[in-house]
């Protein structure tokens, strides 16, 4: 246990570190005044769409900030997860982790048009999507960070990319802390940005392997609260009800607080990848607590982790290029 805590304590310090937006290997960096002399109204352009759309429909704030993850794991910050099928080009929309379920593009449309009006071929989607998911968090009442920026766009997706690097609800704790490490994020990173999870929905299929067993009697997962698991079973069967939704957090569905990880803390986590974090890791159950405990904490390490996966693999300087229309590439070769 003394280890355990003199680790943790160790971690939390690194979080006190200041980050450095660098991509050493390759010269790149992002800063958050990129676009100051270029487009200096493009921030306030998206933090007002994004407000719009989130003022529609609340949950928009939660598909926002999850595109941001989506396309973060796979080939890195780039907006491949924008892109649609085309002559080259296989959707990465069509992926598991996606299909049914990656939504807010069309709200990433209306913000490019907006600011390609402003300030043409200067802003990339990617910075976008990073823009967005800020915006989305503090509009649901979470945490503020200044985003670093200079992403570029890429030129090509990654479905194979997509259905193996972003972590599923079903995947072990293992699994899910290997693709994290993959990205260079940490344990730390792994609990933050899950709480995530305080705001948006899951569908039935995501987590029905949680309430019935193989032959469709009993309970597969005792280590769900049973009061809250029989609530679930009447609208999400053992058959059919796929794409039925349920708040990830039933307590505040829309307010980005920290009662995901006390609702964890009750067995009272949705997903197989949210009861993990306090079944198979003392490391991370400690952190839960902590969160569970402590608004602000969560908040400041949320802010820093956000940060921290917003600057895997970005496309800088001359690499890539900064799409007209998030959805296609520039090159005319290339045709929807």
């Known amino acids: 246990m003394a280890q355990s805590l003199s680790f943790l304590l160790a971690l939390s310090l690194l979080a006190f570190v200041p980050l450095c ?8 960096y992002l800063y958050p005044q990129f676009y100051d002399h270029s487009c ?27 595109l941001h993850f989506h396309d973060c794991f796979v080939q890195g910050c780039d907006a491949s997860i924008l892109l649609d099928s085309s002559k080259n080009i296989i959707t990465e929309k069509r992926s598991v982790p996606n299909q049914n ?16 009006k402003e300030c043409p071929n200067t802003v990339s989607c990617a910075d ?19 985003v670093p920026l200079g992403r570029r766009d890429s030129k090509g997706a990654s479905l194979s990319g997509s259905n193996n690097n972003i972590p599923a609800p079903n995947n072990t704790f293992q699994t899910i802390l290997t693709k994290f490490k993959r990205q260079k994020l940490n344990i730390v990173d792994l609990v933050a940005l899950s709480g995530s999870h305080t705001i948006g929905n899951a569908r039935c299929t995501s987590f029905r392997q ?12 005792f280590t769900l609260d049973q009061s809250y698991a029989a609530q679930l079973r009447t609208r999400c069967p053992r ?18 607080d920290n009662s995901y ?10 997903l197989n990848s949210d009861e993990i974090l306090i079944t198979k890791s003392q490391v991370t159950k400690q952190l839960v607590q902590q969160y569970a405990e402590n608004t602000e904490l969560f908040f400041e390490q949320f802010a820093k982790s956000m940060v921290k996966m917003g600057n895997i693999s970005p496309l800088t300087g001359s690499r890539g290029e900064i799409r007209k229309r998030c959805r296609k590439i520039n090159s005319i070769n290339q045709t929807a």
């Not at 379920?101 to 390609?116: C, L, M, N, Y």
């Not at 990880?261 to 949705?270: I, Q, T």
């Open 101 to 116: 379920s990656a939504r807010g593009f069309e709200v990433i449309d209306e913000i490019k048009s907006a600011v390609e």
């Open 239 to 256: 058959s059919g009800g796929d794409q039925t939704l349920f708040f990830l957090d039933f307590v505040s569905p829309t307010k980005f």
């Open 21 to 28: 937006f660098c991509d050493k290997t390759l010269g790149g």
């Open 261 to 270: 990880f006390k609702n964890l803390l009750a067995s009272k986590g949705l």
């Open 210 to 221: 949680r309430l019935y067993n193989q032959s469709g009697n009993g309970l597969a997962d």
């Open 128 to 146: 976008i999507l990073a823009l967005a998911a800020r915006d989305s968090t503090v509009l649901s009442g979470g945490p503020n960070w200044e």
């Open 40 to 66: 200096p109204k493009a921030i306030e352009i998206v933090k007002s769409v994004v407000a719009k759309a989130v003022a529609r429909e609340a949950r928009m704030a939660a598909s926002l900030l999850r």
